[in-house]
C-alpha cells in the first residue's frame, strides 16, 4: 500500500484534437454553395465601387442608404466565408453556427 499501487488513476487525460495553424478548407462549402459563396464578397464590393462612382445625385438619401447596404453585405459575406473556410466552424460548432 505505500507504493501506490491500491490507488491508480481512473481516468485517462483526453488527447486534443492537433489543430493546423492555418486551417483553410472548402469541407463546408462543397458543390453549388460554393460559387455563391465566393461571389457575395465579389458582387458586393463591386456594387460600393459602383456608388462611389455617382458625383451628383438629386435625392441622395436612396445612395446612401444603398451605400450601407453594399456595404454591410460585403462586410457579412467576408465574415461568413471567413467561418466557413477556416477552423472557427468546428470551433463554435455546427449549431451555434446555424443559430448565428
Known sequence: ???????????EPQAKVPRHR???TLRHLRGW??????LQPFLSLLAVIFE???EDCIN???LYFFEFTSCSAFL???LILCVY???????????????V
Open 52 to 54: 462611389e462612382i455617382v
Open 33 to 38: 454553395r460554393l460559387v455563391p459563396k465566393a
Open 85 to 99: 473556410c477556416t477552423v472557427v466552424y468546428e470551433t463554435f460548432g455546427n449549431d451555434k453556427v446555424k443559430r
Open 76 to 78: 457579412l459575406s467576408l
Open 22 to 24: 492555418c486551417g483553410c
Open 60 to 62: 441622395c438619401g436612396g
Open 1 to 11: 500500500m505505500e507504493n501506490g499501487a491500491v490507488y491508480n488513476e481512473t481516468t
